[in-house]
C-alpha cells in the first residue's frame, strides 16, 4: 500500500527539481559573494538546499531565484550568529584558470580563445564589488534586478558596477594590444 | 559661413558621441527606453568611433557569454557543482 505522503513527496521532488535544482551554479557564485572562501560557499549552498527542499511545498512557483536568494540570505545570516566569526569582509578573490576553447572553426576559435583567456583574466582583475555584477549579469545571466536581489543593493548600483566593470575589461584589453588604435576592439 | 557650419556640425556631433557614449551599454543590454533607441542606434550608424566602441562591447558581451559556457573564470565549479547536485539527489532520494 502506498504511503499517505508519498504524492507529496513527488511534488516535493518535481518542484525541487524544476525551479531548484537548474539554479545550483547561479547559487553557487552568489554564496561566494556572501562567503569568504570557496568551502564556505559550497556549504552555505548546501544548507540552502535543504532549506529549500523543506519549504518548497509552500513556495508558489513565482520568482524561484529571488525565493531562493532569500533562503540563502537568512540561512547565511543563521550560520554567521551560530560561528560568530570574524567580522564582515569582502569575499576572497576567486582563481581565475583558464582552459581551452572549441565550437568555431580552427581560425576563430584561436582568435577567440586568446580573447577570451585576456577577457577572463581581465575579470579577475576587477575590484570584488565589480566581479560579481559581471559574474552575476554577464556571466550567470541574472537581470539586474535579481543581482540587485542577491547582493541586496538597489539596480542603480548594479547596473553601474557593470558599467563601469565593462570599461575596465574593455580599457585593459585595449592595453594589452587587443585594441590597436582604430583597429578591432 | 561654410566653416562656421562645419564647427556647429562638428560641436551638435560631439555633444551627440557624449550622449550616446553615456547610453550605450543600457541600449546593448536591451534596456535603454523606447524614446532614446533610434537616435543611439541612428548615431551608431554612422559614427565609426561610437560604432567601434559598441563592436567593443559586444565582443566582450560574448566572450563572457563564452566564459560562462565553458566555465573559464571558475573552472573548479564544475566540481562544485556536481557535489551540490549529488547532495541535491540525497535530498530527493
Not at chain 1, 113 to 142: S, T
Not at chain 2, 32 to 49: F, P, Y
Request: aromatic content about 4%; glycine content about 6%.
Amino acid at each position: 500500500m502506498e504511503h499517505a505522503t508519498a504524492p507529496d513527496e513527488r511534488r516535493r521532488r518535481q518542484a525541487f527539481d524544476r525551479y531548484v535544482v537548474p539554479e545550483l551554479g547561479v547559487l553557487l557564485h552568489v554564496a561566494r559573494t556572501m562567503t569568504p572562501t570557496d568551502q564556505d560557499a559550497e556549504d552555505l549552498v548546501q544548507d540552502t538546499l535543504l532549506r529549500a527542499y523543506q519549504g518548497i511545498v509552500a513556495f508558489d512557483g513565482a520568482h524561484p531565484r529571488a525565493w531562493l536568494f532569500t533562503i540563502m540570505r537568512n540561512t547565511q545570516v543563521n550560520r554567521t550568529r551560530r560561528k560568530r566569526p570574524e567580522l564582515l569582509d569582502d569575499a576572497a578573490d576567486a582563481e581565475t584558470v583558464v582552459q581551452e576553447d572549441g565550437g568555431l572553426s580552427p581560425e576563430a576559435a584561436a582568435e577567440a580563445h586568446v580573447f577570451d583567456e585576456a577577457v577572463a583574466d581581465a575579470v579577475h582583475q576587477l575590484p570584488v564589488r565589480m566581479a560579481q555584477v559581471i559574474e552575476l549579469v554577464d556571466i550567470d545571466g541574472l537581470t539586474c534586478g535579481e543581482a540587485a536581489e542577491a547582493l541586496e543593493i538597489p539596480v542603480g548600483t548594479v547596473m553601474s558596477r557593470l558599467h563601469r566593470a565593462r570599461r575596465k575589461i574593455r580599457d585593459r584589453l585595449r592595453r594589452e594590444g587587443f585594441a590597436p588604435r582604430g583597429g578591432m576592439l | 559661413m561654410k566653416a562656421l557650419a562645419r564647427i556647429k556640425d562638428k560641436v551638435v556631433e560631439m555633444r551627440t558621441c557624449h550622449e550616446v557614449g553615456r547610453f550605450l551599454q543600457i541600449y546593448l543590454d536591451g534596456e535603454l527606453d523606447q524614446s532614446r533607441i533610434a537616435t543611439v542606434a541612428g548615431h551608431l550608424e554612422h559614427c565609426r568611433r561610437c560604432g567601434m566602441e559598441a563592436d567593443a562591447y559586444e565582443r566582450i558581451k560574448a566572450s563572457l557569454a563564452r566564459i560562462a559556457q565553458q566555465g573559464l573564470v571558475h573552472p573548479e565549479d564544475e566540481l562544485s557543482i556536481e557535489r551540490l547536485r549529488r547532495f541535491a539527489d540525497t535530498l530527493q532520494a
